[in-house]
Nanobody
Framework: QVQLVESGGGLVQAGGSLRLSCAAS????????MGWFRQAPGKEREFVAA????????YYADSVKGRFTISRDNAKNTVYLQMNSLKPEDTAVYYC?????????????????WGQGTQVTVSS
């Protein structure tokens, strides 16, 4: 079982930036796609971004496209989410997740393991 640990969340003003990291244990990380999801209070968990196993293909939710960048370092078993031009509506708990397969998916049921989440709060 792969364990995922997120870090990098915090409080930032609107227009600011944060970089989330997700460190994975185990040898399956480099052969699986990875995703970031978020969940705001009273709302369902929603897809944010995903990256395939090699890192050469990415996909973003329309709400973050052009502002967020997902990347991975397979040598470090880590996936990142660079978040720029943050808005108050980006406030949520952000989760990283390990896909069952190598290719990108946007549905939570396609993911095998989840981190504990990291809080991102954007003030106006």
């Amino acid at each position: 079982q792969v364990q995922l640990v997120e870090s990098g969340g915090g409080l930032v003003q609107a227009g600011g930036s944060l970089r989330l990291s997700c460190a994975a244990s185990g040898r399956t990380f480099s052969s699986r796609a990875m995703g970031w999801f978020r969940q705001a209070p009273g709302k369902e968990r929603e897809f944010v971004a995903a990256i395939n196993w090699t890192g050469d293909s990415t996909y973003y939710a329309d709400s973050v496209k052009g502002r967020f960048t997902i990347s991975r370092d397979n040598a470090k078993n880590t996936v990142y989410l660079q978040m720029n031009s943050l808005k108050p509506e980006d406030t949520a708990v952000y989760y990283c997740a390990l896909d069952f397969r190598r290719t990108i998916h946007t549905v939570p049921d396609e993911y095998d393991s989840w981190g504990q989440g990291t809080q991102v709060t954007v003030s106006s």
